[in-house]
């Protein structure tokens, strides 16, 4: 089953209004989620790294005041995309290391944007 | 900065055999890695190499040689839902988990 939830799974908005995201680690700690948004028959560009108790880290040429990041608690972390613009439109997908396997990743479904 | 190459698209027929070739020039190397996606979906673990040397599990197999920065996917006997995006990925040597991504092959497989 599903070890990394995301919700929700598609929303649409208006210009100017702002979007929560959230991932769930569904029963094991991640104290690390990374952000990834993908533009249509492209690959995965990651945007963040999300770290429990500090700020995350951005990738270069990622705004960080219009990609906000939290991370909550061991198992949640949040994107908030601010004042949502048409361009914003994507699929945005997070990640956490698996337990015990530091080599690999346990993805979520993703969320699926569209900004009118 | 990363730089991970791998052919846009290929195309096969059911039964057949397909691979797939990844080339990369990374600041740092700790890992390949294969995904799979089908559309619409997140990405869904297939292999992982950081030693030189065949991987097989299954339908698929995974290849590495550091020393020439390539890595290849073969897959066998290629079943309609194998039909997907294969995602190449490094594992930088710095951060454990940090991932960067090739921009994947459309594999269609057909009748």
């Known amino acids: 089953g599903a070890v990394v939830s995301q919700h929700p799974s598609r929303v649409i908005c208006k210009s100017g209004t702002s979007v929560k995201i959230e991932c769930r680690s569904l029963?094991?700690?991640?104290?690390?989620m990374f952000w990834y948004r993908q533009f249509p028959k492209k690959s995965l560009m990651l945007m963040a790294t999300s770290n429990e108790g500090s700020k995350a880290t951005y990738e270069q040429g990622v705004e960080k005041d219009k990609f906000l990041i939290n991370h909550a608690s061991l198992t949640l972390s949040t994107l908030t995309v601010t004042s949502a613009h048409p361009e914003d439109s994507s699929f945005y997908i997070c990640s956490a290391p698996a337990r015990g396997r530091a080599y690999e990743q346990y993805f979520g479904p993703g969320t699926r944007l569209t900004v009118t | 900065g990363q730089n991970i190459d791998q052919p846009t698209e290929m195309t096969a027929t059911e039964g057949a055999i397909v691979q797939i070739n990844c080339t990369y020039q990374t600041s740092g190397f700790n890992g390949l890695f294969w995904y799979q996606q089908h559309a619409g979906e997140a990405p869904t673990f297939l292999s992982y190499n950081v030693l030189d040397g065949l991987e097989e599990k299954g339908r698929f197999s995974s290849f590495l040689s550091r020393s020439k920065g390539y890595s290849y996917l073969l897959l066998k006997e290629l079943q309609m839902k194998d039909s997907a995006s294969y995602l190449c990925a490094v594992r930088d040597g710095g951060n454990d988990y940090k991932l960067s991504f090739g921009a994947g092959t459309t594999v269609t497989v057909r009748a």
């Open positions: 029963d094991f700690q991640a104290t690390t």
